[in-house]
């Protein structure tokens, strides 16, 4: 023989191809087909938004407190906790007191 591989190897090197592509043809089988999810749908938004969402940009690159990013940061933390609508009030019977979960 003038090759350096016997003959045995590669029919051993063939065969375990052959069983790594039936493996793989296998569990592409077996796994069932799953849609692939649909992209996050983004609203535009509106001209607030884009005058908020600017001005975080701003004042994301400033190093001294600026009262403007203060107010800026203040309206995105209520607009993220959704603290925008009033609350329900509700009729206590002229219970002044504050709740006692309340925060101060």
């Not at 023989?1 to 590669?10: E, P």
């Not at 296998?26 to 999810?37: F, L, S």
């Amino acid at each position: 023989m003038l090759h350096g591989t016997s003959r045995t190897a590669k029919i051993a090197g063939i065969a375990a191809l052959a069983g790594l592509m039936m493996t793989v043809a296998t569990v592409a089988a077996v796994q069932p087909d799953e849609p692939t999810p649909t992209p996050p749908l983004v609203l535009p938004a509106d001209e607030g938004q884009a005058r908020l969402a600017r001005e975080l940009d701003r004042c994301a690159s400033l190093t001294m407190p600026d009262s403007g990013c203060e107010a800026a940061w203040a309206a995105n933390r209520r607009r993220f906790f959704r603290q925008d609508e009033p609350a329900p009030a509700t009729e206590r019977g002229g219970d002044t007191a504050p709740d006692e979960g309340a925060r101060p």
